[in-house]
């Protein structure tokens, strides 16, 4: 690893023309980027894409676009470097709905009160796209060689899983993806809490596994029940999973973050997550976990959450079908095949089939790279007594597209927020505190620049 990450990007930043004011610039393309409507269902993000299309042709920096359907926009761009593996920088262009009922704001608005910029995407993630793109027309306007190709890339669709974008991407264009070796996404960031600021960098999530349970018996009058029917086998099979959650395991990356958690843990806590494989083996206190925090309950074990079910349309019908769906999310360090396997055998008796709706691969991204060098060096030194932790979600983003390539891919975003602001993702008011932004936008840009500059 060499020496000082920090001290060559601080070299960097005065060949990266500082002061221009980039943060600045950054800022107001948020604002006029908020206002474009990206909300998917539908996505339209092809509005995105000529957004910033634009910014990039007044730069002076090719690009290319496609489209994976009619408005489903996606946008790349490279600045050629030399031969070390290429550094992606990944960002979703569409947003989720946003009730304007429950707003202080319209939620496009891309208004400014009390220091905040306010509307939908602030935080998913429209802000970290402009901070990416800051970063790549500084890295362009300074004209330094780079030791690697640095890719921009804007995709559609991950708020529905992606398929539209980042995936489609993976399959109609691999070029795009070809000597990539690390890659920035959204998912960790700067968290301010009571007692620390913690830098948390997503390393690897929870792999979705959805399931349906289907089963069939002999139809029937609502008035003269058979022994069995369809739907007394999926309550049958429903009880079995209730009755029998899976057993806990701590995978290593997850241990660390518990270990890390125990430096600013309540007392109640300190101790379980000092040895989380020794706490998890006791059921009350696992269960008390989950009343504390379903988030981190969730890093112990596999779990399903019963989300849908059908049965009859008929009071008095005994259906010939009743149908059952399981959001099932497992831990990262084994295949899904084998999951599904063991699911499947503790239901057998119940006579439900067991399909796969969808099923990622599992993949955890390592730390010993050096974009998780400079992340670590960069937060260090611009802020001192902080920590960086790895981090582990329980929701997936695109990152998991390039995990499965075998790209050491992190969620991370050095934006400092307060834990009580995270509530807002997805949710009312989202909104991004300006200076905060403007710094954010500074420290991506000297992460990136100690990785691509030699
Ligand atoms: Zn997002």
């Not at 806590?269 to 989950?290: H, K, T, V, Y």
């Not at 779990?303 to 079908?321: D, H, L, Q």
Request: hydrophobic share 40%; aromatic share 8%.
């Amino acid at each position: 690893m060499r020496k000082s990450l920090y001290l060559l990007a601080l070299m960097a930043w005065s060949q990266v023309a500082f002061a221009q004011a980039i943060e600045d610039e950054a800022f107001e393309w948020l604002q006029a980027y908020i206002q474009i409507d990206t909300i998917n269902p539908p996505g339209n993000e092809t509005r995105a894409v000529e957004f910033i299309a634009r910014i990039l042709e007044a730069e002076g920096i090719p690009y290319q676009t496609a489209e994976s359907a009619p408005g489903r926009g996606n946008l790349w761009a490279r600045l050629e470097g030399g031969d070390e593996p290429a550094l992606v920088m990944l960002q979703h262009t569409d947003v989720v709905p946003a009730d304007e009922k429950y707003w202080t704001t319209a939620p496009l608005s891309g208004e400014i009160r009390d220091g905040y910029l306010w509307g939908r995407g602030t935080l998913d993630m429209k802000g970290t796209g402009m901070s990416h793109l800051a970063t790549f027309i500084s890295l362009h306007r300074a004209g330094v060689t780079l030791n690697r190709d640095v890719i921009l890339v804007a995709s559609a669709d991950e708020e529905a899983g992606g398929m539209y974008g980042a995936g489609w991407l993976v399959d109609h264009h691999p070029e795009i993806f070809q000597n990539v070796g690390l890659l920035i996404n959204e998912g960790g960031r700067g968290q301010q809490r009571e007692k620390e600021l913690l830098f948390q960098i997503e390393v690897t999530q929870k792999v979705p596994v959805w399931l349906r349970l289907t089963a069939v018996d002999t139809p029937g009058h609502g008035a003269m029940p058979n022994p069995t029917s369809s739907v007394t086998r999926i309550v049958d099979a429903l009880s079995i999973l209730r009755a029998n959650p899976f057993p806990p395991r701590m995978v290593p990356s997850i241990d660390d973050m518990f270990q890390s958690l125990a430096l600013s843990a309540s007392p109640e806590w300190e101790e379980p997550f000092n040895n989380m494989r020794a706490a998890i083996q006791d059921p009350a206190l696992l269960s008390r976990l989950q009343t504390y925090s379903p988030y981190l309950h969730a890093l112990t074990r596999d779990t399903c959450s019963m989300t849908r079910f059908e049965g009859s349309n008929k009071i008095n019908v005994v259906p010939a079908e009743a149908w059952a769906e399981l959001d099932c999310r497992i831990l990262p360090d084994r295949p899904s095949e084998i999951f599904v396997d063991e699911l499947t055998a503790m239901l057998e008796g119940t006579g439900v089939e067991v399909e796969v709706i969808m099923a990622f691969t599992a993949a955890i991204s390592p730390t010993d790279t050096i974009l998780y060098a400079a992340i670590e060096e960069v937060t260090g030194e611009r802020h001192p007594g902080s920590r960086v932790t790895p981090y582990v979600s329980t929701i997936f983003t695109d990152s998991h597209f390039f995990r499965d390539l075998g790209i050491p891919s992190y969620g991370f975003d050095p934006m400092v927020v307060p834990e009580a602001e995270f509530s807002r993702i997805h949710g009312n008011d989202e909104r991004i505190n300006i200076a905060a932004f403007k710094r954010g936008v500074i420290d991506h840009l000297a992460i990136i620049a100690a990785v691509v500059y030699d």
